[in-house]
């Protein structure tokens, strides 16, 4: 009997070998130690036996039994770790990034010029995008009938309103609502009929700057612009003032910042002569002072306005004005 028992461990050992689904050890549990198993069948010849017989083969059918058991229990927790793992959550692969998007470049673009000027102490202004003759061209000294206005062409909504072509029309408002120090930024679109390409769109955006105290000389308007393209572009930016002509400014002029592709050597993107244009400024014209009746004997200031578009595509390397207004989000998503 004892030979008997110990070949049918034998038998299991093997068997169990082979084992590896839940299935399988189910069948095993039953053909080993089943109710119809052998184990059941020699345990039932027991009360036949011997008291000494009983005691030597019971023992070893004990140790059989458990032993069968203890086997089948651990093959099943194996089994049961690699199936599961199949499909446990693998902790290292990446999480599906949520498409939050991200600020427009020129919004970037336009919020560094802001602050930079705000750090300076500027406050933010902006005015109406719909304005009338007066804020966009009389106020600023552009006589409608003058040649100059050909600079400032524009969209009309109607006989006596426009579509703002600069955002100087911003200075006009602020100066009706308040009395000078006046020291303001003010952003925004602006409008002009212009064929679209490469460097022009019907719609931009401009920054518009405005001092007003006693006694602002030009070179207080040097020394601000200069802080700025510094700020904005770098240490060792340098500046360059053409004398220009706006008519709400005098003197007025053009601002070049050495080119920042090439640093001034010349290359393409400065038509190789290592500057390029970011600003139109001067000093107000005390006509305009006139006109928003302020005193022209009391009051100097200055006045600057810069294109968004043109700095965005200068600090960011963009060729093309019109991949701005695409609403490529292949193209939004580099910035
Ligand atoms: N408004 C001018 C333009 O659109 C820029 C400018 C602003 C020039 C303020 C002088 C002073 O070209």
């Known amino acids: 009997m004892v030979e008997k028992i110990k070949k049918i461990q034998q038998d299991f050992e093997k068997d169990i070998q082979a084992a590896t689904s839940p299935e399988s050890l189910e069948e095993m549990r039953i053909k080993y130690i089943g109710r119809k198993s052998e184990l059941a069948a020699i345990s039932k010849m027991f009360p036949t036996l011997s008291s000494e017989e009983k005691a030597q083969a019971g023992q070893i059918l004990n140790v059989c039994k458990k032993t069968i058991e203890q086997e089948l229990d651990k093959k099943k927790t194996e089994i049961q770790k690699t199936s599961t793992s199949k499909d446990a ?17 020129l919004t970037k673009t336009m ?3 802001v602050e930079i000027f705000m750090s300076l102490g500027y406050r933010v202004a902006e005015g109406n995008e719909i304005e009338t003759e007066f ?28 579509l703002r072509s600069h955002t100087s029309t911003v200075q006009i408002r602020v100066m009706e609502k308040q009395a000078p120090p006046i020291q303001m930024i003010m952003p925004g679109r602006v409008y002009r009929p212009d064929a679209v390409d490469a460097t022009h769109s019907f719609m931009f955006h401009q920054v ?49 910042v050495s080119c920042i592709m090439c640093k001034g050597k010349g290359c393409r993107v400065c038509s190789q002569t290592g500057w390029l244009e970011i600003l139109g400024a001067g000093m107000v014209n005390p006509k305009v002072f006139k006109n928003v009746d302020y005193d022209p004997d009391k009051w100097t200031g200055f006045a600057f306005g810069m294109g968004v578009e043109r700095i965005a595509m200068l600090k960011y390397g963009i060729t093309d004005i019109r991949l701005f207004f695409e609403n490529n989000k292949q193209f939004l998503s580099q910035f």
């Open 89 to 105: 959550i693998d902790v290292t692969i990446d999480a599906i990034k949520k498409n939050i998007g991200s600020l427009h470049p």
């Open 208 to 256: 518009e700057g405005l001092m007003v105290n006693k006694n602002i000389r030009f070179s207080d308007l040097k020394g601000t612009l200069n802080i700025f393209a510094k700020q904005m572009f770098g240490d060792d930016v340098k500046l360059r003032f053409r004398p220009s002509f706006f008519p709400f400014t005098e003197p007025s002029a053009e601002i070049d």
């Open 111 to 113: 919020d560094a010029i």
């Open 135 to 162: 804020a966009n061209f009389e106020g600023l000294n552009i006589p409608l009938d003058h040649p100059a206005r050909d600079d400032f062409d524009t969209f009309y909504v109607d006989k006596d309103r426009l």
